[in-house]
């Protein structure tokens, strides 16, 4: 079946750190993929998406590329700040399907 | 802000009572999702309304239902409720197209007691 598969968390990293969040998907067909973000009190929000093999998706510094040969959706930052503590989730949707899959989400703790 | 409304912030009740939250989705949005969220913080797919009609449903426990109204506007009702419901209750919204993204509401904090 179609599934996410996200790295468990929590992450704690230093601020200015590299961050890297890993995404593998299965799925049958062409998946469009999705990176939301959840802050503390708040429901998730859109951070980027990719919609076919080799895009990039960007936003607030962070990206994610669309890699079919290794079904993966990587999210990275170059340097985090403590604002970007959060749960992120990664998602996939398929053509002619309703349902949206997401993984179990990664919380990421940025110290000062 | 994501346009989707949600009411109410939070609500405290006891056991075995029955409590319906409320969604407004964002403007011109068809599709309704619920999603229940636990302190695990994993998001658990409850169901799902295009349009007024039901169009996919997850682990809905047969004691929750929901609909959604001619306005658009959907209810989730939860009754005979146990302590394990308490949890965070997610509304979200979309467009037709799958590739359009979910916008959520700020949800609903149900603790039962």
């Known amino acids: 079946g179609n599934s996410v598969t996200q790295m468990e968390g929590p992450v704690t990293l230093s601020e200015e750190a590299f961050l890297t969040i890993n995404c593998t998907y299965t799925a049958t067909g062409y998946p469009s993929l999705f990176w939301y973000v959840q802050y503390p009190g708040e429901g998730l929000q859109l951070l980027l998406k990719a919609t076919k093999a080799d895009d990039k998706g960007s936003n607030k510094g962070f990206e994610a590329t669309y890699r079919k040969e290794t079904t993966s959706f990587h999210l990275e930052k170059g340097s985090v700040q403590v604002s970007d503590s959060a749960v992120y989730f990664c998602a996939l949707t398929l053509p002619r399907d309703d349902k949206i899959i997401f993984g179990k989400g990664t919380r990421l703790h940025i110290l000062p | 802000d994501s346009g989707v409304t949600q009411t109410p912030k939070h609500l405290i009740t006891a056991t075995g009572q029955r409590v319906t939250l409320r969604c407004s989705p964002r403007s011109g949005d068809l599709s309704v999702y619920w999603y229940q969220q636990s302190l695990d913080q994993g998001l658990q797919f409850l169901i799902q309304?295009?349009?007024?009609?039901?169009?996919a449903k997850g682990n809905i426990l047969e004691r929750f239902s929901a609909q959604q109204f001619p306005d658009l506007h959907s209810e989730l009702n939860l009754s005979s409720l146990e302590l394990g419901d308490s949890a965070l209750y997610f509304c979200?919204?979309?467009?037709?197209?799958?590739?359009?993204?979910?916008?959520f509401g700020n949800g609903t904090r149900l603790t039962v007691t």
């Open positions: 309304y295009y349009n007024g009609e039901e169009r």
């Open positions: 979200a919204s979309s467009g037709r197209d799958y590739n359009s993204p979910l916008h």
